[in-house]
């Protein structure tokens, strides 16, 4: 099986460099495609400079997680993949871990999105994730009951954290839709790989590092607004019968961690979910970062 994985760099070159140096290192077939999404320029020219061996794509403007993935993701397929991996550039995966998804994506014809068992880089008996739930009916969607080594357990959706995609289904179905811009669009592939006949599926004998904490300050702030947001996003796409009782509770769940927010004051946070609410009902999707980072709501 042909393995191409696919890198996302934001403004942490360093991390990003990290991360495909060690998948460079697993004894497989593989390549390695790095996007730097609109970085600052001494991130596009360290990525220029330190990288070999890897394929780099640069875009001019930050793409969001979707359209950044997607300028790989093509090219990709265009040079004939059997599966690809997103990897986040925060993630610390072994090529046992990797080797593992690619014998369940081998062995299992159904199973068209595998990922590992997510835990705390920090305290590896945390669990952060045992696959996801569907995100139109769950806020905390990360599931972390513990999976036995050898479990392969069906999920609503892979966290885009680690994930690895059979090349088939996204001929079959498209790309990463880029109107999430962040958070939701893997989840979105699921759901409609699922229609199209494929599961998704989460490994107990993959193991994955994710350093939480080595995330972005901004991207924390901005992680609230998306995930209101898209849920809105998702509903209008999945759930068009059910679309006015989704949209009343999330408008109420949003209502009441905003007022929260404002309680604690915790005016950016409460801003960033109000205009999340806002943008799902009147449809603007896509990349928000300078109205939410400038808390304008127009």
């Keep these: 099986m042909t393995l ?16 495909a140096r060690a998948a460079q290192t697993w004894p497989m077939d593989k390549r390695i495609w790095v996007v730097d999404n609109g970085s600052r320029a001494e991130d596009a020219q360290l990525l220029a400079e330190a990288l070999e061996g890897a394929q780099v794509i640069y875009s001019p403007v930050n793409r969001g997680f979707a359209g950044g993935n997607n300028l790989a993701l093509q090219q990709a397929l265009d040079a004939g993949c059997d599966a690809v991996l997103l990897l986040n550039n925060d993630a610390q995966a072994g090529a046992e871990a990797i080797a593992q998804l690619q014998r369940v994506l081998s062995e299992r014809a159904e199973i068209g999105i595998v990922g590992p068992l997510l835990v705390d880089a920090a305290d590896p008996h945390r669990i952060l994730s045992a696959g996801g739930k569907d995100i139109a009916r769950h806020m905390a969607s990360h599931s972390l009951e513990p999976l036995q080594p050898g479990e392969l357990r069906v999920v609503d959706y892979v966290p885009g954290t680690c994930v690895l995609i059979r090349a088939d289904v996204l001929r079959a179905v498209g790309l990463l839709d880029e109107d999430y811009f962040f958070g ?4 979105d592939l699921c759901a409609t790989a699922r229609q199209n006949g494929w599961l998704s599926a989460v490994s107990g004998s993959a193991v994955v590092r994710h350093a939480v904490d080595r995330s972005a300050i901004i991207r924390r702030q901005l992680h609230v607004y998306y995930v209101i947001r898209n849920r809105f996003l998702y509903i209008r796409k999945f759930y068009p019968r059910r679309r006015l009782l989704l949209f009343t509770l999330w408008t109420m769940y949003a209502l009441y961690t905003a007022g929260l927010a404002l309680a604690q004051r ?3 946070h409460a801003r960033a979910i109000g205009l999340g609410c806002l943008d799902g009902w009147r449809a603007r999707f ?10 304008q709501i127009t």
């Design 184 to 187: 939701g669009e893997v989840a």
């Design 4 to 19: 191409d994985i696919v890198i996302l760099n934001w403004n942490q070159a360093v991390d990003t460099l990290a991360c």
């Design 266 to 268: 915790q005016l950016i």
């Design 286 to 295: 896509g990349g928000q970062n300078a109205r939410v980072t400038r808390g």
